[in-house]
């Protein structure tokens, strides 16, 4: 579950969906390749202030749920889930690697998106345009 972050300055909540394909979407996500990511994100967690809400995964995909903190922009978070996860990977799972002709294990797209934790793009938009409008009832 996420919580928010107090930091000194601030405090956040930022989440964000990641959707990155295997290489040439290849069937690469086996069980044990699986764990293995699992594992890996862990490390990460313990590492960055990225953490892991959930992590789906697919046969040729994975769907990451993520919270991080503003010091990290979406492409940085990206950069350093995949990059970490692709080196650790083909070392502890060096089948892959050949299933994928020896080459890169992500593709290089991905898609990202933030997450509200408390509503949708239409009811921030009305909270916004609402803030001065209530009337005080002092």
Partial sequence: MSEYIHKRHNVNILLYHLVCSAKYR??????KVENELKKICDEIS??????FIKIGV?????????????M???KKIVQTIKSITEIEIFRRCPKVKYQLWGGEFWSKGYYISTVGRH???EIIQNYVKEQGQQENYR
Wanted: a negative charge; hydrophobic letters at 30%.
């Fill in 26 to 31: 290849k069937a690469v996500f086996t069980n």
């Fill in 46 to 51: 313990e590492r960055y202030e990225i953490k």
């Fill in 72 to 74: 990290y922009s979406p």
């Fill in 119 to 121: 509503g949708n793009e």
């Fill in 58 to 70: 697919d046969v040729d995909h994975v769907h990451f749920l993520i919270q991080s903190v503003p």
